[in-house]
């Protein structure tokens, strides 16, 4: 059974710095395209930062310079490191891990979520 429990979430002030964790079980996070998205209230779902298994990164041009997403293979974690919070970072953040298969098969699993809250 495959698990991804985030955590670190939380209220700060705006300036201030989150780290959240994402820690998987049932599945090995260095062969995953592993994510971080959020949607806030009203908004869709979107893209924060993802890293591949080469260790490549990208990021949404929103967080691009304050956000930084990493990886631990040994704990089999993925973290997003969450400095210069702005108001509307605020959002519930989820993890999510990717995995394509060479025959088209596709595994896509979520985390249930952890709430960040920046205040003005």
């Known amino acids: 059974q495959v698990q991804l429990v985030e955590s670190g979430g939380g209220l700060v002030q705006a300036g201030e710095s989150l780290r959240l964790s994402c820690a998987a079980s049932g599945i090995t996070v260095s062969i995953y395209a592993m994510g971080w998205y959020r949607q806030a209230p009203g908004k869709q779902r979107e893209l924060v930062a993802s890293?591949?298994?080469?260790?490549?990164?990208t990021y949404a041009d929103s967080v691009k310079g304050r956000f930084t997403i990493s990886r631990d293979n040994a704990k089999n974690t993925v973290y997003l490191q969450m400095n210069s919070l702005k108001p509307e970072d605020t959002a519930v953040y989820y993890c999510?891990?990717?995995?394509?298969?060479?025959?088209?098969?596709?595994?896509?699993?979520w985390g249930q979520g952890t709430q960040v809250t920046v205040s003005s």
């Open positions: 890293i591949g298994t080469t260790g490549s990164t």
């Open positions: 999510n891990a990717k995995l394509r298969r060479v025959t088209g098969l596709t595994y896509d699993y």
